[in-house]
C-alpha cells in the first residue's frame, strides 16, 4: 500500500501574494500591540501609591499660648472632734444656764408727756424773687439811651465812582448799615437800599466804609459795638 503525498499547507489567499519579509513584519506588529494591551491592563489593575504627605508646617513660637499647669492642693480641714458616746446626756436632764425667780408684776408707767410753750409762728415770705436783669446786647443801636456814637477819627476815603455809572452819567444814592466794633473798626457792612439799575453803586460804597476808622461809641465810659446808618451819595460833578 502506497503512501498518500503530503500536500503544502493552504496559505491564505491575501497572504499569497505578499513576501515573506512583509509577513514577519505584521507578525511583530500583532505581538507587540498584543504586549502593549497586556502592559496597560496591568497598569490599571495595579493601584497606584498615595502621594507623599506635605511637610508640616512651621509654628510661629511667638504665637503660640503656653498654658502651665498648676496643681492646687485642697484646703487642710480641721480634724474632726471625736465624740464620747459615755458623755451624752439625756434630753430630760439638760443643764439649766440660770435659775428662773419669780420677779414681781410692776404696773406699766405712765408716759410723761410735755406741752410745749406757745410760740408765734413767723409767717415767711414766699415771693417769687426778681427776674434778672437782662443782658447786655453784643450791639447797640444808635437810639439806644446814654449812648455816645462812634466819631470818625481818619480821612473819609471816598468811594469810586463806579465807571458803568459814569458811562450811563447816572447818580446815585447808597443807604448802609455798618457795625463799628469796641476798637473802632468797621466789622460788617449791610446794603439796606442802592438805585435802580445799581450799576455797582452798592458794591464801591462797601468798599469805601469797610476802610472807614471810628472812636468806638460808649455807654457808662466803656466802649460798645454800635450798628450806624450810612448814607453814601454818588454825584457827578
Known amino acids: 500500500m502506497t503512501a498518500a503525498p503530503m ?28 504586549a502593549l494591551a497586556l502592559h496597560v491592563l496591568a497598569l490599571l489593575a495595579i493601584p497606584l501609591p498615595d502621594p507623599p504627605p506635605s511637610p508640616p508646617r512651621p509654628v510661629d513660637e511667638s504665637r503660640v499660648l503656653h498654658l502651665t499647669r498648676v496643681a492646687i492642693p485642697p484646703p487642710e480641714l480641721p480634724p474632726p472632734t471625736p465624740r464620747n458616746p459615755t458623755s451624752r446626756t439625756p434630753r430630760n436632764e439638760l443643764p439649766v ?6 420677779e414681781p408684776v410692776q404696773a406699766p408707767r405712765e408716759r410723761a408727756t410735755e406741752r410745749l410753750p406757745d410760740t408765734d409762728v413767723e409767717m415767711l415770705d414766699f415771693a417769687p424773687a426778681p427776674p434778672p436783669a437782662p443782658a447786655a446786647p453784643a ?19 471816598q468811594p469810586t465812582y463806579p465807571r458803568m455809572a459814569i ?11 455798618a457795625v463799628i466794633t469796641e476798637d473802632g473798626e468797621v466789622a460788617e457792612v449791610e446794603v439796606l437800599r442802592s438805585p435802580q439799575p445799581d450799576l455797582g453803586f452798592a458794591d464801591a460804597a462797601r468798599e469805601a ?29
Open 97 to 102: 444656764p440660770f435659775e428662773l425667780e419669780d
Open 7 to 34: 500536500r503544502p499547507d493552504r496559505i491564505p489567499f491575501a497572504e499569497s501574494f505578499l513576501p515573506g519579509r512583509a509577513r514577519d513584519q505584521r507578525s511583530l506588529l500583532f505581538a507587540a500591540c498584543v
Open 167 to 177: 458811562l450811563a452819567g447816572r447818580d446815585g444814592v447808597v443807604i448802609l448799615r
Open 209 to 237: 466804609v469797610l476802610r472807614w476808622r471810628y472812636e468806638p461809641g460808649q455807654i457808662d465810659g466803656r466802649p460798645v459795638a454800635v450798628a450806624l446808618t450810612v448814607v453814601v451819595d454818588f454825584q457827578l460833578d
Open 139 to 157: 450791639v447797640y443801636d444808635e437810639t439806644s439811651d446814654g449812648l455816645t456814637l462812634p466819631r470818625m477819627i481818619s480821612v473819609r476815603v
